[in-house]
């Protein structure tokens, strides 16, 4: 591991005196992952700017690829930043790397545990790499915490996947850190399980933590979140509140069966956002509450096209997030 890792006892003292109003902010950040030999150099991302706010729940969510690991890596100190500035804690990750490791709690992606060592033993070995001191080592109520008290003396290896990830999740709550980061907490993971990961979430959250949390599952972010950054291709390409969020990205589908073969009539309805899809069917797109579905109606009505049937259809979020994505 790292040695520069230092649990410092100070930051948790600090936490308290120094209340940053960002617990995140990242400027300009740039990463690129240089082509080994021949290849083509990855920029995995493209000029981050994003302060995420003391005390929030905050999720990055985006397609597979899109950098969140990246980010999260950076944050924790295992991937080296290219340019930008990272504060951690208010605490820049350059100047003060030592304290900004001390602030923040990170659960990876891969489900990575030595196999041979039990929970207790683990937490003990984290508590030591982080030079958390004897006298303020919480190993047992961490993982009363995480629901794995009964399992203290299990081997990795023989513990399931949910417990694992519980595993890790006490890991990162080692040291105490007030940034709590977590890597696609519920990928693979069953929904009795992900529900429970998200009460330990809000908990952990009402007691002062603040969260960061990847994801690809917009279902997820919406849940949890406060607020919502959308990244895809290494750029940040949206963020706001999450009630906001869900409501710009929520869009409707109005599905048009007709009589006649649609031909030129669909002219008249080029100002709408109107798609062809078969012979005597078309889908038209619209958001709800940014377009007025009676002068739509009326257009229609004006090419003289025999309605035969009218399905709206809510794309399930997911879809739409998609779309929003993928250009
Ligand atoms: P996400 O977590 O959103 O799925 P990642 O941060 O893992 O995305 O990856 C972002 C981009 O960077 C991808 O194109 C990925 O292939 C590339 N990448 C990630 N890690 C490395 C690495 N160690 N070396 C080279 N390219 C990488
Ligand atoms: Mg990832």
Redesign the pocket.
Known sequence: MNESIRYDSSVSEQSSIRRPKYALSLEGLNKV?RAKKKGID?H?LKDINLNIERGSIFGLL??????????INILSGIVIKTSGKVKVWGIDIDSHARAARAAIGVVP?ELNLDAFFTPRELLELQAGLYGVPNNERRTLEILERVGLSDRAETYSRDLSGGMRRRLLMAKALVHNPPVLVL?EPTAGVDIKLRKSLWTFVRELNAAGTTVLL?THYLEEAEELCDRIAI?NN?ELIACDETHKMVASLDSKELHISVAEDITDAVLELNNFDVEVIGKNQMVFRYRTGQIDISSFVETLSKTGLTITDLVTVEPDLEDVFLNITKD
């Open positions: 992952y990855t995995a985006g397609p597979n690829g899109a950098g969140k690991s990246t980010l992606q890597d990847t990244i290494g």
